[in-house]
Each structure stands twice: as C-alpha cells, then as structure tokens.
C-alpha cells in the first residue's frame, strides 16, 4: 500500500540509539544466526510486509494485527502485534532499509514499549554458506503495567527468548524461500 505524500525525515539508527542514552532502563539483546540464504534475500523478506508471509516468517505478527500504513522505496510505518494469552502487545515501527545490509525498525508507538527508547535492527553479511544475520533487540518499557511486565521479563529471560525466536525466523524464512523457489 504505498502513498504518494512523502514520509516523514528518516530517523536514523545513530539518532534512534542517541536517544536511548537518555534512559537508563533499556536492555539490548544480540542474537547471531547463520543463514543459507544471500544477505540480500534476507533483508527483502525482512522487508516484506504483505499479511499472507509476514507470519509466517515472523511468528510474532499475526496477520489480524498487521496494518502497513504507508509503504515506499526504502521505508514503511507498520504496526504489527501479537496475542500472548490474555494480552495483546503490539508495537508501530518506522522500518527503514536505506543503508545497504540493514533494516531498522524504530518504534513509534506502542502499548509496551517506552518511545524513545525501543527500536529492532537486524544485520545481514555474506559468507561462505550463505550470511551471517544479526539481530538487535534494544528495548525501554513504558510504565504501564504491561510495560511494567515485561520490563521485568526481558532483561532476566529475553537473551533465551529471543535467541530461540532469532533461530525460529532464519529457519522460517529459509523454508519459506525454498517453497518459493520450488514454485517458480
């Protein structure tokens, strides 16, 4: 769904990351994972935000919380959510891939997480066998009780989570290439 009105300036990585020195009670989670696939195939699935394989690829979106309000070149505004029993958690993220081997996703709004202070990046670089994917999770949580939460949660548990969840998307995008690539 792209618009023809121009985005709002791009927020780059380094004025994301300036401002979230401004609070101290943000957590960073890096997870590496080798991938199969070229960095460049990895990066546009990662930018791929159509609502039959956005989740499948990324488990925490479920299709029923996926609205894309603008799509252009080399950005989009999406929000994207997920159930977890009882509780809804959803997130709106200014993704940009402008700079080459990169995808940044800054939080805009949220009704967990603290903004500023929230954004997602995830790195690919070729090897050998394919790419080395990195992803970064730096989060602030928001004083809501959700926020409260899971502000208690992710520093104690998020390295385990999202290290399973890191290895949950390199190896749903993968089967998901190989399906498209045995359909064409």
């Known amino acids: 769904m792209a618009t023809g009105a121009p ?3 791009p927020v780059t990585q380094e004025d994301a990351l300036h401002d979230l020195t401004t609070d101290a009670h943000t957590t960073t989670i890096t997870v590496v994972a080798e991938c199969s696939l070229a960095p460049e195939r990895v990066l546009a699935a990662t930018c791929d935000f159509s609502s039959e394989r956005r989740p499948k690829i990324f ?3 479920q299709k029923k919380y996926l609205v894309v309000h ?3 070149q080399t950005w989009a505004d ?3 959510g997920t159930r977890a029993g009882p509780i809804v958690n959803w997130e709106r993220c200014r993704y940009d891939w402008s700079q080459p081997g990169s995808v940044i996703a800054i939080v805009t709004d949220s009704n967990v997480y603290a903004i500023p202070g929230s954004l997602w990046d995830l790195r690919a670089e070729p090897t050998d066998a394919g790419s080395r994917v990195e992803m970064i999770w730096t989060r602030g949580f928001n004083r809501r009780p959700k926020g409260r939460l899971f502000g208690f ?3 104690r548990f998020g ?3 999202f290290g399973d969840y890191a290895r949950e998307i390199v190896a749903n995008l993968e089967a998901s290439e190989t399906a498209v690539s ?3």
């Open 7 to 9: 985005g709002p300036h």
């Open 59 to 61: 488990p925490a979106v």
């Open 70 to 72: 603008a799509l252009e």
């Open 78 to 80: 999406v929000t994207e």
């Open 153 to 155: 949660i992710f520093p």
């Open 159 to 161: 390295e385990r989570l």
């Open 182 to 184: 045995q359909q064409g």
